[in-house]
């Protein structure tokens, strides 16, 4: 995943670039950066590793050296930047989210026009963020270059771009990440998260619709390509990735959360002691299922943050397993003896919540039922950088498909998405035994629909049911 934060103000805008960028910490664990434009000094850009630092620290030199009033910055779980790059449009900085499917397709496109080369980066990929500035170089102007890039691109991809005129900025053509606008006397933001501008100063302005680019001065926000009437938003930013108190469409991420809990406390007929959210993802799920059961909420684990917030999250999965397991630490008093009912955000492989429930088991627990706050996650995200598998196979539903179907061949997986059907009970009892809970239920994808409350035609399904 990723995220980015831009500042147009008729001052130096480094104290809002700075700390509206570190409100997207959330969303990416290994590189942070930061580009300004001065016309008295031109530009400037740092980039860090934040895979063992957050990024306040990284970039407190950074910090009090910068200057400019033109400015954008990012975080990214992938890729170094923004970059800076020298083109026949005149130099400019870029940041991107998003995802390119079909990138050695265009990479093979462009060097039939001429294109001496890439940089590689350790990974052996091409840096997206590089790829996208190769494609709009391609066209006479930055807004035809936009404007193919969004045509070109498979998967999605949202943009910022730094000159010494403004910020462009264009949301993916069906508005799968948001790009939100905020203002204050002073000028003019652009970010991701619409509550990293707020403590700021800035009001929300609005939210660029699907395909649509803009381009942010300090004195106003301008519409050069009108938006399109298609959306498909992740419907995962309100399950997981956004921050509660962002929003998207209007719609806030923890009010949908406890949405998401109310809903599936109304299809349930278990009676545990207490409910509990896995921290910090699944606390507003059960804080919903708590108020609409009466079932009491309770910790029974707290996370423990001071040397582990997310930032510091390495990237290898075992790693990352063993670390979870490490930040959760248990209250006895609320687990021994207990049926407890507790809820996720969701199941993805399915090895830190096993791990966490014989946590609870080894802590005294009587019983343990899990609640994902979403329903089973049958197909890899094919339009955000969602998760590090590699494989469809690090997925337990498909694991657990695979094993129940054999080596046969392709598998419909239409039944195993349906809840009314006997094989997504059959999967379903598979998992819950393999993860040794107490019980299993999923919540429902029309019910998680319900709780977002947008027409379902707009919300981006696929991991769940395959349907683009």
């Known amino acids: 995943m990723g995220g980015f934060f831009g500042a147009a103000l008729k001052k130096d805008c480094v104290f809002d670039l700075f700390f509206g960028t570190d409100y997207h910490s959330h969303l990416g664990t290994r590189r942070a950066g930061m580009a300004v434009y001065s ?47 020298r083109s026949h449009h005149g130099t400019y900085a870029i940041s991107t989210v998003g995802k390119i499917n079909n990138a050695e397709e265009i990479t093979d496109d462009i060097f039939t026009t001429g294109h001496a080369h890439f940089m590689e980066m350790s990974s052996g990929d091409i840096n997206a963020t590089e790829l996208v500035a190769a494609i709009i170089n391609q066209k006479d102007n930055i807004i035809e270059g936009i404007r193919y890039a969004q045509e070109v691109i498979d998967g999605s991809m949202s943009i910022l771009l730094l000159t010494p005129k403004g910020i462009y900025a264009a949301r993916d053509k069906v508005g799968r990440t948001p790009v939100v606008v905020g203002k204050k006397e002073e000028g003019y933001c652009v970010a991701f998260e619409s509550f990293s501008f707020l ?5 929300m302005e609005r939210e660029l619709g699907p395909g649509e680019i803009v381009v942010v001065t300090p004195e106003e926000v301008r519409t050069l390509s009108a938006p399109g009437s298609d959306m498909k938003i992740c419907t995962f930013l309100w399950v997981y990735y956004g921050y509660p108190s962002s929003s998207y ?17 109304r299809r349930d007929d278990v009676e545990p002691d207490n409910v509990a959210g896995v921290p910090d993802s699944g606390i ?4 919903g299922y708590s108020n609409e059961s009466g079932i009491p909420f309770s910790r029974p684990f707290v996370k423990y943050t001071p040397t582990w917030p997310r930032s510091f999250m390495p990237t290898n999965q075992s790693q990352r ?29 399915g090895t830190q919540l096993g791990e966490t429930t014989e946590f609870l088991y080894q802590s005294g627990a009587k019983e343990v039922h899990i609640r994902p706050a979403c329903p089973p996650i049958m197909y890899g995200c094919k339009y955000l950088n969602f998760s590090r598998s590699t494989s469809e196979m ?6 657990v498909i695979k094993d129940m179907e054999g080596d046969g061949g ?20 598979h998992i819950r035994e393999r993860l040794n809970f107490t019980s299993l239920r999923y919540h429902r994808l029309d019910d998680m629909i319900e709780s977002v409350g947008i027409d379902r035609c707009k919300l981006c399904t696929y991991c769940w049911d395959g349907k683009e």
Request: charged residues 25%; negative net charge.
């Open 394 to 399: 690090d997925l337990i539903t498909r694991r």
């Open 249 to 265: 469409e209007g719609i806030s991420v923890e009010k949908m959360r406890y949405n998401c809990g109310a809903l599936l406390a």
């Open 410 to 429: 392709e598998v419909d997986l239409t039944d195993y998405s349906n809840p009314e059907t006997g094989e997504y009970q059959e999967m379903v009892e």
């Open 321 to 349: 397993n063993l670390i979870a397991k490490m930040k959760l630490i248990p209250v006895h008093d609320l687990i021994q003896g207990k049926s407890l009912l507790l809820i996720d955000d969701s199941i993805v492989r």
């Open 284 to 287: 507003a799920h059960a804080v």
């Open 199 to 203: 403590n700021l100063g800035y009001a």
């Open 39 to 85: 016309g008295e000094k031109g530009f400037d850009r740092a980039i860090h590793n934040i895979e063992n630092a957050p990024f306040r620290t990284k970039f407190d030199k950074d910090f009090n050296e910068m200057e400019g009033n033109l400015g954008i910055g990012c975080i990214s779980d992938y890729e170094p930047q923004p970059l800076l790059v």
